[in-house]
């Protein structure tokens, strides 16, 4: 599975972002898609994932209530769409697939199996 992100940039503070990953494979309705981020000096932490279906999803504490995970299978596309943007909110991000025995979510980094290389999203104040 490879994952291509795109959809990061430059922003002021306040504006919104709609974040795209693209998989290849041929099992990407069977995979846990989530997005990461990593700010400068500071580890990969989860930011929102979705399960098999797009049912279900899970959000970290910081961008919960104004950022929504979404996935359209006959694409093969996830996406992230993060408003309201902070300057905290800087990172790259990075699109991420678990396979899961069933149609759960996958949090941990160590858990993940694939990795995108990431977009970098910058927040100005």
């Known amino acids: 599975v490879q994952l291509v992100e795109s959809g990061g940039g430059s922003v002021q503070a306040g504006s919104s972002l709609r974040l795209s990953c693209a998989a290849s494979g041929h099992d990407f309705d069977q995979l846990s898609m989530a997005w990461y981020r990593q700010r400068p000096v500071k580890e990969r932490d989860f930011v929102a994932g979705i399960n098999w279906s797009g049912g279900d999803a899970v959000y970290e504490k910081a961008v919960q209530g104004r950022s929504t995970i979404s996935r359209d299978n006959s694409r093969n596309i996830v996406y992230l769409q993060i408003d309201s943007l902070k300057p905290e909110d800087t990172a790259v991000y990075f699109c991420?697939?678990?396979?899961?025995?069933?149609?759960?979510?996958?949090?941990?980094?160590?858990?993940?199996?694939?990795w995108g290389l990431g977009t970098l999203v910058t927040v100005s104040s």
């Open positions: 991420a697939a678990t396979r899961t025995a069933s149609d759960s979510i996958a949090v941990l980094v160590s858990q993940v199996n694939y």
